[in-house]
C-alpha cells in the first residue's frame, strides 16, 4: 500500500534506521536526510530510500528537500541533536551557538517546512500528517554541566507544543517523543543475542513511533515518554 512519502532527518543507524525499516514496511516511500549519506548505503538499499545530503540546521536545504518531495508528505521526525558539554564558566558561545542551531533551529525549520507542505495537501483518512521531533529528558529537567543540550532540548520541545495546538485542529499531529534514556546501537533485528533489555531498544522506540503515526484524531498524543525498565525515575 502506498501511504505517501515519511522524510527522517538526522537518518543514521540505531533508531533511525529502525524508523527507516519499519516506515517501508508499512508502504511509506522514504527520504533520508543526513550530513553524510555515504554511511546511508546499505540501509537505502534495503529500504528503497532516497539519501539527501543536507545540514539540518541550514534554511536552504531544509527547504529544497521538502520541496523535493513528490506526492503527499504524510510523516517527518527531526531526529539531530547537539551536546556541548562543561562548566557554564568554560563553554565556548559559537559551540554553544552552534549546538542550539542543530537542535533547536533545525527541528523549527523541519516543523515548517513540513507543516507547510501538509497544510497544502489533501488529507488522508481525515489527517494530513503527523510530525514527530525525538527529545530527551533534558527538555524537562537541566543537567550539571549540560546546559546546552538543555537550552535545545526545552527550546524543541516549547517547539513542538506550539505547533500541536496550532495545527491538531488543522489534521497535522505533532508530537515531542522524550527519549529518556540510552538508546542501544544495534536494532534487535541485527543483533547475535537477545541483548539485556536495559538500554532502549531501537526497534522497540520505532515500534512506539509508528503507534503515533497511526493514532487516531480523537485521541492524539503531543508528548510521550519512553525509558527503559530498569529506570529508578
Known amino acids: 500500500m502506498d501511504k505517501g512519502t515519511a522524510v527522517i532527518i538526522g537518518a543514521g543507524s540505531g533508531l533511525s534506521a529502525s524508523l527507516a525499516r519499519k516506515l517501508h514496511r508499512a508502504g511509506y516511500a522514504l527520504v533520508l536526510g543526513a550530513r553524510n549519506t555515504d554511511k546511508l548505503a546499505d540501509l537505502v538499499a534495503e529500504t528503497d530510500a532516497r539519501a539527501v545530503a543536507l545540514d539540518g540546521s541550514d534554511p536552504t536545504q531544509v527547504d529544497a528537500l521538502f520541496a523535493s518531495v513528490d506526492g503527499p508528505l504524510r510523516v517527518a521526525i527531526y531526529n539531530p541533536s547537539a551536546r556541548q558539554r562543561g562548566p557554564i564558566a568554560e563553554l565556548d558561545p559559537e559551540d554553544v551557538r552552534r549546538a542550539v542551531e542543530i537542535t533547536a533551529f533545525g527541528s523549527f525549520l523541519t516543523g515548517r517546512a513540513a507543516a507547510k507542505k501538509m497544510l497544502n495537501q489533501p488529507a488522508q483518512d481525515g489527517r494530513k500528517g503527523t510530525i514527530l521531533f525525538t527529545g530527551a529528558s533534558a527538555g524537562v529537567k537541566g543537567f550539571a554541566q549540560s546546559a ?86
Not at 181 to 202: F, Q, V
Not at 222 to 227: G, I, N, P, S, V
Open 148 to 233: 546546552p543540550f538543555a537550552m535545545g532540548k526545552f527550546a524543541q520541545r516549547g517547539l513542538a507544543q506550539s505547533m500541536a495546538r496550532e495545527l491538531h485542529p488543522k489534521g497535522i499531529h505533532v508530537a515531542w517523543v522524550n527519549i529518556d534514556g540510552g538508546i542501544s546501537n544495534t536494532a534487535r533485528e541485527e543483533r547475535t543475542d537477545d541483548g539485556t533489555d536495559k538500554m532502549l531498544d531501537p526497534d522497540a522506540l520505532a515500534a512506539t513511533y509508528l503507534q503515533l503515526i497511526d493514532q487516531h484524531r480523537s485521541a492524539w498524543s503531543d508528548e510521550m515518554t519512553l525509558r527503559p525498565w530498569v529506570e529508578t525515575f
